[in-house]
């Protein structure tokens, strides 16, 4: 079994960023050491990047997320970027999205430890949840596939006018344009690469944004979330 590790001190920045929740950012970042490499969530060589890598990489998102929205994270794993988004805006109602048991686990958990009352965790994929979700006004993930795989996942899952906020790396730029004729038959109508996090990670965070118009998914799936919410169980009023 892999051991657990401990946690780093925090940088100064970690203080800014998280503010009253510190101690909760402590304490997450403590389990991900923890029981998070014990569970296999993330790998041992992780720990000592924890802070500048996974939590305040991630925490920075919240620069471009919209105020009082529905988010989804996709695949969101051990809670990356959920947990640090959940953290830092309280105003943000989020939906934790992931398929394997022993990660919903560790996430319910978590979201309990912490406190996070505008938190659920949901168990399946997103193209199992199509139709039993309420749309969302962004969908986020990080380093889960490429993107035009990303955006066959999470587009579908926006309500119209939504976008994602994908968390990537130095090949942004090249995946987009090797995404952009998938992006358009998905009912994609803008995108672009943003930085974020001057100051306090470095290098800063490559987040590609993805905008959808009316249609979310194009044409195919207006018939499956159709299809889906005929399915589903009609409410007695």
């Known amino acids: 079994m892999t051991e657990a590790a401990e946690l780093p001190p925090a940088p100064p920045e970690?203080?800014?960023?998280?503010?009253?929740?510190?101690?909760?950012?402590?304490?997450?970042?403590?389990?991900?050491?923890?029981?998070?490499?014990?569970?296999?969530?993330?790998?041992?060589r992780e720990v000592p990047r924890l802070w500048e890598r996974h939590l305040l990489n991630c925490a920075v998102l919240s620069e471009v997320v919209p105020e009082d929205v529905t988010v989804c994270d996709v695949g969101s794993g051990a809670g990356l970027p959920g947990i640090p988004l959940a953290l830092t805006r309280p105003d943000l109602r989020i939906t934790l999205l992931e398929p394997l048991l022993r990660r919903t686990n560790f996430l319910r958990e978590v979201v309990e430890l912490l406190g996070?009352?505008?938190?659920?965790?949901?168990?399946?994929?997103?193209e199992e949840v199509l139709g039993k979700?309420?749309?969302?006004?962004?969908?986020?993930?990080?380093?889960?596939?490429?993107?035009?795989?990303l955006a066959g996942w999470g587009v579908p899952l926006l309500r119209p006018y939504g976008e994602m906020l994908l968390l990537k790396g130095d090949t942004a730029e090249e995946e987009l344009k090797q995404a952009r004729a998938a992006l358009g038959k998905l009912g994609v109508v803008g995108?672009?690469?943003?930085?974020?996090g001057e100051g306090v990670v470095d290098p800063p965070s490559t987040v590609v944004r993805v905008e959808v118009g009316e249609s979310p998914g194009g044409v195919r799936f207006a018939a499956k979330r159709a299809k889906a919410a005929r399915r589903s169980p009609r409410r007695r009023p």
């Open 14 to 44: 970690a203080r800014d960023v998280f503010g009253d929740r510190f101690p909760e950012a402590v304490r997450y970042g403590e389990l991900l050491a923890d029981v998070g490499v014990t569970r296999g969530l993330i790998g041992p």
């Open 116 to 126: 996070l009352e505008h938190v659920t965790v949901v168990r399946g994929r997103a």
């Open 191 to 196: 995108t672009s690469v943003l930085h974020v």
């Open 133 to 149: 979700l309420t749309p969302m006004h962004v969908v986020t993930a990080r380093a889960v596939a490429p993107l035009d795989r």
